[in-house]
């Protein structure tokens, strides 16, 4: 097939790539160290860009071409999905010698490390770091001009990330949250107003004033509480669209719904208190003599 793809990542790794579990292949075979320090040109392809490239065909022993150079595929990655809208399955692999021949030295150059144990993490970066100073040359007392980074420095942006985010998201549901409450009260206010002669019959048949608070009161929660479910059923449709039409996972757990639904009737509840007072505060005659 004469196809051209663009935006393909390659990646040129040396003989003890295979040690590390990001490298596999669910079709083929991945490249062996001898062949990777012959500088052989064999390359294993991402998923998606194999099947970008040979569609249904199989791909393996097919001769593609990157740059100028001509190479043998002898293996596909399996699929890994996307993180965050970036695909991970849009690569070639090809030995290290291979392609500083194609890009020559390059500025920017990622070195993974792997230790024995997690014990040894600690030693492993010092040794990385002394490594590093030699193959740079840097002196004694000067800086390290690379950066270093593990999972629990990546865990740790993500924490920082997801506390902010969450901080975030409080303000808002608590500003909406008043927001609602106001709105709330208001409606009941409107509807006090509107049946003052239905509340002073009441209380001129006998209706105690904490009959008349509950009456408003359970409307008001009532209202508050709708609007809770519609809320959460918009959040289970929302989770449903989220987990369909992207790779991350998105769901509504029953302990949130059952909190999201208490905190919207407490609210429905706190804002409703004042229009309930207010109606059985009214007086039964002067209510009545209202149109």
Excluded: C
Aim: hydrophobic content about 50%.
């Amino acid at each position: 097939r004469d196809v051209v793809i663009e935006s393909v990542g390659v990646q040129g790794v040396s003989r003890d790539y295979i040690n590390f579990s990001r490298f596999n292949a669910e079709r083929g075979r991945l490249i062996n160290p001898v062949e990777v320090d012959r500088d052989r040109p064999l390359t294993v392809l991402g998923w998606q860009t194999a099947d970008r490239l040979f569609g249904p065909v199989d791909p393996i022993d097919k001769v593609i071409r990157i740059g100028n150079v001509h190479f043998r595929v002898i293996g596909v990655s399996e699929k890994k999905g996307a993180v965050f809208g970036q695909s991970q399955d849009e690569f070639a692999i090809v030995p290290l010698g291979v392609f500083q021949k194609m890009f020559g030295a390059r500025p920017g150059l990622q070195i993974i490390v792997k230790p024995r144990t997690p014990e040894d993490l600690r030693a492993a970066m010092d040794d990385a770091t002394v490594a590093l100073r030699i193959q740079r040359r840097l002196r004694a007392a000067a800086d390290n001009n690379f950066g270093m980074f593990t999972s629990d420095t990546i865990l740790g942006i993500y924490e920082q990330a997801t506390r902010g985010i969450f901080a975030v998201l409080i303000g808002v549901v608590a500003l909406s949250l008043v927001v609602g409450g106001i709105v709330i009260m208001n409606i009941m206010l409107m509807v006090v107003s509107e049946r003052t002669r239905e509340i002073g019959l009441r209380k001129a048949l006998g209706a105690r004033r904490r009959d008349i608070v509950w009456q408003i009161l359970t409307e008001s929660v009532t209202l508050s509480t709708f609007g809770g479910l519609v809320g959460v059923g918009l959040g289970f449709l929302l989770a449903l669209v989220i987990s369909s039409a992207t790779p991350l996972p998105a769901s509504v757990q029953f302990w949130s719904v059952l909190i999201g639904i208490g905190i919207t009737a407490g609210v429905g509840l706190f804002f409703g208190m004042y229009p309930a007072m207010r109606a059985a505060a009214l007086d039964p005659i002067e209510a009545l003599r209202r149109e």
